[in-house]
């Protein structure tokens, strides 16, 4: 069975930093591409990044571009996010999703997420 | 990356068919054969139901198809039956490594 497990969300002020790990398992982590989405409690979903299989093809959403990495460790079966300079719109639920091959197919199996909440 | 288009509600009564749509541009939807069609009741994580823009996951009901024509994309529930009232998103791919999500339609059984 897929699993995807989020850690690292946390209450952070405005300008400060985060990681949020993935730890992922139930699959050959190392086929597939990974992703980040987002979502505002009651509201809708936004994609925030992605990382191909072999980190070769990364792309960010323009509202994290130059803030937030993504990065991925296949021996550890893990993804990663470094959040840098938070603002109060990054507070959402961030899920770490699994891809469906590569990056532009998309993606199928979602995690539970792990909460950020950007405020002073 | 501007959010794709989607009618923000759309009810049907049992047994019925209701169709949502996807309408993005000749950049993400009209280019590409990869919108897919998420699931999400509320508390719950997002659930697939169409890849590929008509591709159906093992497990998902055969009750949900997709379509595309041009820059809209479809989602279509027949025989809808009280568990599919739930939020529903597209998801294009956008080209240079990015995806784009529609802004989410709640589908309502009356």
């Known amino acids: 069975e897929v699993q995807l497990v989020e850690s690292g969300g946390a209450l952070v002020q405005p300008g400060r930093s985060l990681r949020l790990s993935c730890a992922a398992s139930?699959?050959?982590?190392?086929?597939?591409?990974m992703h980040w989405v987002r979502q505002v409690p009651g509201k809708g979903l936004e994609w925030v990044s992605s990382?191909?299989?072999?980190?070769?093809?990364?792309g960010y959403a323009d509202s994290v571009k130059g803030r937030f990495t993504i990065s991925r460790d296949n021996a550890k079966n893990s993804l990663s996010l470094q959040m840098n300079s938070l603002r109060a719109e990054d507070t959402a639920l961030y899920y770490c999703?699994?891809?469906?091959?590569?990056?532009?197919?998309?993606?199928?199996?979602w995690g539970q997420g792990t909460m950020v909440t950007v405020s002073s | 990356q501007s959010a794709l288009t989607q009618p923000a509600s759309v009810s049907g009564s049992p047994g019925q068919s209701i169709t949502i749509s996807c309408t993005g541009t000749s950049s993400d939807v009209g280019s590409y054969d990869l919108v897919s069609w998420f699931q999400q009741h509320p508390g719950k994580a997002p659930k697939l139901m169409i890849y590929g823009d008509t591709k159906r996951p093992s497990g998902v009901s055969n009750r949900f198809s997709g379509s595309k024509s041009g820059n809209t994309a479809s989602l279509t529930i027949s025989g809808l039956q009280t568990e599919d009232e739930a939020d529903y998103y597209c998801c294009s791919y956008a080209g240079s490594s990015t995806l784009v999500f529609g802004g989410g339609t709640k589908v309502t059984v009356l």
């Open positions: 990382i191909s299989w072999d980190s070769g093809t990364i």
């Open positions: 139930g699959f050959t982590f190392d086929d597939y591409a």
């Open positions: 999703v699994k891809g469906l091959r590569a990056v532009r197919n998309g993606f199928d199996i």
